[in-house]
């Protein structure tokens, strides 16, 4: 086991599946304690179980971040448990799919409680509560490439991804003072249920997103989580307030 983390206390949100998943396992091969989310406690617990074996500790927490109750019991709940926050990765995210004008209040709604608010009410409560009385902390955002380039039936993602890209950038400048930092990752396209989601509604056909990526592949989960590694270590102590796009070139072809 490497020691990038060791001992470090992370939260990852929605890490039952994809790139979640992957980065909580990353991190307890660094050495971190993990604590996973899901909205399911069994599909926590089962993350959970993953980091144990690895050889970590882990603490599995159930809530649903689109209720500001529930984000008081994970940030809570995770203070009680371990004393502190030292990393708080905000990934659980959603991609409603329709034509702008057809899309409903109620789904722009639900993007938007997600994948922005959450991400500003978890960073808010983990800051205030635990982070700024430590002086220290790393805040890892999922963004992604669609906060740069538009994509069709995507407008609450892309203005969710967006929103999250600009609140980096105030946090991670408001916070510097306590020692904090914030920074965004913006994956292109990796193969995990919500990209599949898209193919299998026939949103896209999978050589289409393989075809207008440069490096013609989807991305790995790994390469998502070897950044997010790195991010939350002191070797990125100097990063702060930016996103990095990790895209097989894709933004820098600018997009459609
Ligand atoms: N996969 C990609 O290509 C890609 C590209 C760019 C950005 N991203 C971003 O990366 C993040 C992870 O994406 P993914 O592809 O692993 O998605 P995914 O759909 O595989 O996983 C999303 C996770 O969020 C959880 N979640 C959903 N609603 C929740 C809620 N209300 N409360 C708590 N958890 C909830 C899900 O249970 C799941 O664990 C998202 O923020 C996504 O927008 C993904």
Redesign the pocket.
Known sequence: MSEKLKDKIAIV?????????AIALTYAKEGAIVVT???KLE?AEATANEVRAIGSQARAIE????KST?IDYLIDTTIESFGRIDILV??????MISPTEDLSEKDWDRAID??LK?TFLCSQKAAKRAMIPQKSGVIIN?????AKVALPMRAA?CAS?AGVMALTQVMGCEWAKYGIRVVAI??????????Q?SIDKGTFAAETLIDRTPMKR??KLEE?ANLAVFLASDDAGYINGEIIYVDGGMTATGGW
């Open positions: 949100t929605g890490s039952s599946v994809g790139i979640g998943k989310n899901s909205r599909r809530a649903d971040l689109t529930d905000n990934n659980a995210g959603i991609a997600l994948d959450a999922l963004s992604s490439i669609l993602y991804k913006g994956p292109g396209y990796i193969l995990t249920e919500l990209v989601q989807f991305g998502i």
